[in-house]
């Protein structure tokens, strides 16, 4: 089954956020976030949920929490990585991986794509992506971009 994707902006040395926020804000990327999650589910971390700013329409939530938080109705909690997994392999569709450091380390190992945009830029972050072994994966480039003089680019992981 090929229907788990990662998507992800890190900078050069693989930062992720700083403060529970972003560290760019790239129209660009957002557009391509934008595109690659449109009418699918994204699964994301407590912490991350909190982190954006409003609910990203046309998007199914899934929320992962050790706790019994209080969401919305139109969101669906679950409360583990054995959770999950069931609940995905029971559906044929993709489910996007939007963050943050701690689910993405977890699930990196059940990806079968990762959507990553490499910015040529660094900033001071308190959240990475992991390592991965680039051997282990088919990549290809999807966009070069430029944007306030910050060079990206959008790669497209498949493994093999
Ligand atoms: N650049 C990017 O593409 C990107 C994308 C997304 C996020 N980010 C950044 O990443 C940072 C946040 O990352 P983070 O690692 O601190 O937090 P996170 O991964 O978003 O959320 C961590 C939380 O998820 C829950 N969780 C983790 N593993 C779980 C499991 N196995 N079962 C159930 N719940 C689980 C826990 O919530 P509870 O504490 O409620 O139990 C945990 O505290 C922010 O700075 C954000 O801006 C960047």
Redesign the pocket.
């Known amino acids: 089954m090929k229907n788990i994707s990662i998507?992800?902006?890190?900078g050069k040395n693989y930062?992720?956020?700083?403060?529970?926020?972003?560290?760019?804000h790239l129209k660009g990327d957002m557009a391509f976030?934008k595109e690659h999650t449109m009418n699918k589910y994204i699964v994301?971390?407590?912490?991350?949920?909190?982190?954006l700013p409003k609910m990203l329409s046309n998007r199914k939530y899934i929320?992962?929490?050790?706790?019994n938080?209080e969401l919305n109705d139109d969101i669906i909690v679950?409360?583990?990585?054995e959770?999950?997994i069931k609940y995905i392999y029971e559906h044929d569709e993709e489910f996007m991986i939007?963050?943050?450091?701690?689910?993405?380390?977890?699930l990196l190992d059940y990806a079968d794509k990762i959507y990553l945009?490499k910015i040529d830029d660094e900033k001071n972050?308190?959240?990475f992506?992991p390592r991965f072994n680039e051997n282990e994966w088919n990549c290809s480039v999807l966009d070069n971009k430029e944007e306030n003089k910050i060079k990206y680019k959008h790669l497209l992981y498949e493994k093999k």
């Open positions: 998507i992800a902006a890190i930062e992720l956020g700083k403060d529970n926020k972003l560290l760019w976030f994301m971390g407590r912490k991350t949920f909190e982190s929320v992962l929490t050790r706790q938080h679950m409360h583990s990585i959770e999950l939007i963050g943050g450091e701690n689910i993405y380390r977890q945009t972050a308190d959240s992506f």
